[in-house]
């Protein structure tokens, strides 16, 4: 393409500008060079002197900023992802995160309980419901975990505002995480964050009281988040064996969150050959009710075949991608990765989503994962309720009405109109 510089002083002709979007080091002028080697002075000086030969100029054009940094290439520019634990069951899942290593996303814990605070491992810690519960706990009360989040209305949307993505773990059936982290939720949400819930519910065994107060508070998280993700305590029963110590019996499940963060966080900031950047994820994932995350890795002769199957089914979760309608998948291998693997993994991924599903996929090249293929799913646009008999196991006596939880009369959202707009 030719193009007349519109500079009054000088007249410049460039003969030929090849845009390439191969190019992933020195910015947008980073893969610049004179092939006049007559010339001594570099191209980027090109419009300060009249060139009389032919200059060709490679331009990389990207959307992402994070394709174009290099040498030069300015500040990269990341998706802020945070991960907050809600309660005591929600600041577990986060030390179990911390204490794996999990990088690239920063670490909160929420609680009533000052003494919980106090061994949490998260790097940011909010003591909330100062005055209402004076650092004691909720006592399994949602009522009060939820008037502890609305007295702590100002600190949460200060440590939530200005973030890409938040992740909110909380255990449903007791008084903080069912109480605050629907709050929490609503509060992230309406700051303009994608809200992913990854809530658990209750043991059968824990009684009928903790299962109401869990299914109201999965009622009001799923209207205050765009993704949210249950896992039934139960299924570590069916999972587990018999003599699996309790200890590890909980991590398997805290494992599924973790899986699923560091995934979504790997999906996001590492560039690939096939690049899926936050857009794609967000796409998928905003306002979509409930999802799966689906992590599988495997080696040996049908590695990637092995390792579709098991992210595209999650037992945890009692689901699988089965008639999802919104996929986002990432297939991670080292350098001995082929085209035939990436395509085995992309057959089984379509064959068992929905025909119209909106389908994204990614591949990236990690040296850590030679002889290794690695795929993370993320699976949206199910519809599934959470009806209180599911849960309980037993089907309600003749007679007796389906429990519907009752509005909550929180007014924990109503200041952010105002408020967040000081925040930012």
């Not at 007249?11 to 080697?37: A, D, H, I, Y």
């Not at 992740?167 to 992230?188: C, K, N």
Request: with cysteine; net charge neutral; glycine share 12%.
């Amino acid at each position: 393409a030719r193009m007349k510089s519109a500079m009054s002083t000088h007249k410049t002709r460039v003969m030929m500008m090849q845009t390439s979007s191969s190019v992933k080091q020195g910015g947008l002028m980073g893969g610049c060079r004179n092939v006049n080697r007559r010339s001594n002075f570099p191209c980027s000086m090109a419009a300060k002197r009249q060139i009389r030969r032919p200059h060709i100029v490679y331009v990389a054009a990207n959307a992402e900023v994070s394709n174009l940094m290099g040498n030069g290439g300015g500040k990269r520019q990341r998706a802020k992802i945070k991960v907050i634990g809600v309660g005591g069951g929600g600041g577990n899942a986060v030390n179990r995160m911390v204490s794996s290593g999990l990088k690239g996303v920063e670490f909160w814990a929420m609680n009533t309980d000052i003494q919980a605070l106090e061994q949490s491992k998260a790097e940011k810690k909010l003591q909330i419901g100062q005055e209402i519960t004076r650092g004691l706990g909720t006592g399994g009360v949602a009522d009060l975990g939820e008037q502890a989040a609305d007295e702590s209305q100002d600190q949460i949307a200060s440590a939530l505002v200005d973030t890409d993505m938040v992740f909110i773990t909380a255990g449903m059936g007791g008084g903080t995480g069912s109480g605050a982290a629907p709050i929490v939720s609503g509060i992230a949400k309406s700051a303009g964050s994608l809200t992913v819930g990854v809530v658990t519910f209750p043991f059968t065994f824990e009684g009928k009281r903790r299962s109401q107060q869990a299914v109201e508070a999965i009622s009001q998280m799923r209207n205050n988040v765009d993704t949210l993700i249950v896992i039934p305590n139960d299924r570590l029963l069916d999972i587990v064996g018999e003599n699996t110590p309790l200890q590890e019996a909980f991590l398997l499940a805290d494992d599924v969150l973790r899986q699923g963060v560091q995934g979504i966080a790997d999906i996001i900031t590492i560039p690939g050959l096939v690049n899926v950047d936050f857009a794609d994820v967000k796409t998928v994932m905003t306002n979509s009710g409930t999802a799966m995350l689906g992590v599988g890795s495997a080696s040996g002769k049908n590695r990637a075949e092995d390792a579709a199957q098991q992210a595209a089914s999650a037992p945890l979760l009692e689901r699988s991608i089965e008639r999802a309608t919104g996929i986002v998948y990432n297939i991670t291998g080292g350098s001995d990765l082929t085209l035939s693997e990436v395509n085995a993994v992309s057959e089984v991924v379509t064959s068992l989503a929905d025909p119209s599903a909106n389908v994204i996929f990614g591949t990236c090249i990690n040296d850590q994962y030679e002889g290794e293929v690695r795929v993370t799913i993320i699976a949206t646009g199910f519809t599934q309720n959470y009806p209180l008999e599911s849960y309980l196991g037993t089907a309600l006596p003749e007679g007796e009405e389906p429990y519907s939880p009752a509005p909550r009369r929180s007014e924990g959202l109503s200041f952010l109109t105002e408020r967040l707009g000081r925040l930012r």
